[in-house]
């Protein structure tokens, strides 16, 4: 009686493990959602910004990761970056030139005042929404912040795609995409895909993109400050 007893608690012990394992695996799966964004020639599009709100899915989103725009050659690198909303982002100067980094951006915005190297402490953006980053030494430095209240989001590659993990029991997604280079709409692009339709999306622009920045101000060198 003993050793039977003892065996049904083993029995008792092994299924309830293989119930919780069973429950993280269905928590844990996740399906592949592929985006491509195309110009007006329906030339792929690299560089744009692409997340995703997932609704219904009983997966929380993860922590937000801190993240860095450096920078380097009178230039933010990199030129977009996409960040969860809470995220702390460094601005390390790894040039030869001062700069003074800000956003006039509300509720975003910020002030670092002239430096080099790294004196100043990360900066936290706590609002979603598109932050104007620039330098008040150098006018032709622009970057840009993309602060989402996700954390499924990618850069297009120069296949102007992307593709993202999601829930698979999510009831709907909302797939969006953004770059300063997108003349469709200031705010980022939009389309929904319902449980159920296939998780793909295509973003073919309507209007012609702006052109790609590049910086041209003439530098102040650091010794200049000395």
Known sequence: GFMLLKALKRFAEVAAAAVVLQSCFVTAVADTLQVRVVDV????VTGVAVFVEQHGATR????????TMDQRHRAFVPHVLVVQKGASVDFPNSDVYAHHVYSFSKPNDFALPLYKGTPHDPVQFEHPGIVTIGCNIHDGMLGYI?????DLFAMTDERGMVEIDVADDASS??????SPRIR???EPLSQVIESGQPLSVTFALSKKLGPEHQSHSESVEWDSYD
């Open 41 to 44: 020639n329906r030339i792929p």
């Open 60 to 67: 929380s989103p993860g922590v937000p990761q801190p993240a």
């Open 146 to 150: 993309l602060v989402v209240d996700t």
């Open 173 to 178: 997604w909302v797939v969006k995409a953004w």
């Open 184 to 186: 469709d709409s200031r």
